[in-house]
């Protein structure tokens, strides 16, 4: 199961982060975001209570 991480918190690996309900699901029109090695910390979601959950590597 993929780890979901909150907002501030510093990114476990890089990659494409996509914004995720508070109970883990899909959200419309939800934020994609691509952390790269060294970015400090994941950025506010849209809504408070979202979260973020790593897609994949990052694309280039």
């Known amino acids: 199961m993929p780890t979901r ?22 959200v419309d029109r939800g934020r994609v975001v691509t952390i790269e090695p060294g970015d400090p910390k994941l950025p506010p979601t849209q809504k408070p209570g979202r979260t973020w959950e790593r897609e994949g590597p990052p694309k280039p």
């Open 5 to 26: 991480q909150k907002p501030g918190e510093i990114p476990a690996r890089p990659g494409e982060y996509g914004e995720r309900g508070p109970r883990g699901g899909k």
